[in-house]
């Protein structure tokens, strides 16, 4: 039923239905944490004589933890309305990428019901597809450019690192949850906060962090703005040194489509609720799972995210760079990936049961050949991504002027191995042949123009030196592993550099 301002008293109604079922569903402790930082909110706000003049967003991705600060907040907002008779007017915007299924999309319409938020003319839900805002709705279908563009910022990451999990699915969507933070707080008259669930060290450690990529990627561009402005505005920089790497200087259009939006309010900082709160999920599991209808997809939760389905691609392409580079089998590989990520959840502090869930999930004699086909239909429902077309990322041949090639060719598509010097010289720009163009192009998922950018980048590992930008961005990051693996059948153990989620 749509509720405006002229319903006060169903209004009233439905906070309260609101503020009963968190009381009775959050534990007492989270509750006192919620008023104590509700009291720290009302102080930090610029209006605070009259709390309906503030706005304050919060970011939401529909995973565990965004889910939980939602509900911490909404508490917030509902105990400062009975104290002082008013409250602050809530934000809420979730990023959207190719990778969040709709099962994501569900758990998020979920708790907006359980928490009365559509209903509620204090809150706003919005849904950021790239650069274009809208009012959240649970049908709106994913946006054909936002998954042409996350296709591409995969492939392209991938064939230059290959298929390795961490850059190839997370270095182009994290910037782009950075420019949808812009995007929604500058979004209307704008917003007052953020809050963030990042202590204080944390957000210094960030803000230096991101200050030393962009002299490294960026070093010429000076940033603009202010406060949380100037940082975003940082960032920016770092977007666009970064896809310039990735797609070449002269993809100009690509390069512009990716920048990090920082024309954001002044006023705008962030509010930390670190220290008044626990995190760890096992703690607030019937919260989550019970009043707020969280679930726990097959593919929406995997290992460490429960908002994102990529991980189970990372799985698969583990798999295949066993199976089709190293020669051994699909499941040597996935075993591989699964121990490095059990690890991931584990130093996460996650739950033991959904650890447990997760080591089942990939266990039993059925396991692999279900997980692998799943993984290939996702592949293809969410990107378009045929297999073929992974088997050629995982093998990355077409980078460091094609260092790869004589071994993915002579391995997957001996007939084109004999055709070796003219695909060298396609992509070295010395001659044109669309026939050759056009099977290239089917193989790999990228146009000519694409592979050829390729082939003028780096390679990681590579004699002519890392992926700068590539590996830049992962430098002190904590989502990878040393790990014991053969680089043949036969082949004496050997360690390896594998990253992921």
């Known amino acids: ?41 009302r102080a930090a706000l610029p209006h605070q004589d009259q709390l309906e003049r503030n706005l304050v967003m919060v970011a939401y991705g529909g995973g565990k933890d965004s889910s939980y600060t939602l509900a911490f907040v909404r508490t917030m907002q ?83 690192t290959f298929a390795d999990g961490r850059p190839t699915f997370c270095n182009a969507c994290n ?71 990735i797609h070449g200087p002269e993809s100009v259009e690509a390069i512009a489509e990716r920048r990090v939006s920082h024309e ?29 209808g969280f679930q726990f997809d097959d593919i929406a939760f995997s290992f460490t995210e429960s908002d ?16 089709r580079v190293y020669q051994r089998s699909y499941a040597e590989g996935m075993q591989e990936y699964v121990d490095f990520a059990l690890g991931l959840m584990r130093s996460k502090d996650f739950p033991p049961q959904l650890v447990e869930q997760m080591q089942a999930r990939y266990a039993g004699p059925d396991a692999t050949a279900q997980m692998r086909r799943a993984a290939e239909d996702y592949a293809w429902q969410t990107f378009g991504l045929t297999d073929e077309q992974l088997v050629c990322m995982v093998y990355s041949p077409f980078a460091d002027k094609g260092a790869g090639l004589l071994q993915f060719l002579t391995q997957e598509h001996p007939a084109l191995a004999e055709r070796i010097e003219a695909i060298q010289a396609l992509l070295a720009e010395e001659q044109e042949d669309p026939r050759l163009a056009a099977e290239l192009e089917r193989i790999s998922g990228l146009t000519v123009a694409q592979l050829r950018v390729l082939y003028r980048s780096s390679l990681r590992g590579s004699t002519s030196g890392a992926a700068d930008a590539i590996d830049a961005v992962l430098v002190g990051d ?11 059948k036969h082949g004496p153990e050997t360690v390896e550099q594998i990253s992921g989620r």
Request: neutral net charge; aromatic residues 6%; proline residues 4%.
């Open 1 to 41: 039923m749509a509720v405006t301002e002229a319903d006060p008293t169903v209004v009233a109604e439905l906070r309260e239905q609101a503020y009963r079922g968190l009381e009775a569903a959050m534990p007492a402790a989270n509750m006192e944490a919620a008023r104590r930082c509700g009291v720290r909110l």
């Open 78 to 160: 509902l105990m400062l309305l009975r104290d002082h008779g008013t409250t602050f007017r809530l934000r809420v915007a979730t990023n959207r990428h190719a990778g969040m299924p709709r099962a994501v999309m569900e758990n998020i319409d979920r708790e907006y019901q359980a928490l009365r938020l559509p209903a509620d003319p204090a809150c706003e839900l919005l849904l950021i597809d790239g650069d274009e805002v809208s009012i959240f709705d649970v049908n709106t279908p994913q946006r054909e450019l936002v998954v042409n563009r996350n296709r591409l910022d995969i492939l392209m990451t991938g064939h230059r």
């Open 175 to 245: 910037l782009s949850v950075v420019n949808a933070f812009g995007i929604a707080a500058s979004h209307g008259a704008g917003a007052d906060l953020i809050i963030t669930g990042d202590s204080q060290q944390e957000q210094r450690q960030y803000t230096l962090w991101v200050g030393r990529l962009a002299r490294r990627l960026n070093p010429d561009r000076t940033p603009t703005g202010k406060g949380l402005g100037r940082l975003l505005s940082t960032v920016d920089g770092i977007a666009q040194g970064y896809f310039a790497d």
């Open 264 to 292: 954001v309010p002044e006023q705008l900082r962030f509010f930390s609720i670190y220290d008044d709160t626990e995190y760890a999920s096992g703690d607030h599991m019937e919260l989550l799972t019970g009043f707020l």
């Open 308 to 323: 994102c389905g990529n991980p189970a691609l990372m799985v698969h392409l583990r798999g295949l760079k066993c199976e």
């Open 478 to 488: 904590p989502h990878k592993a040393i790990i014991r693996t053969r680089f043949s």
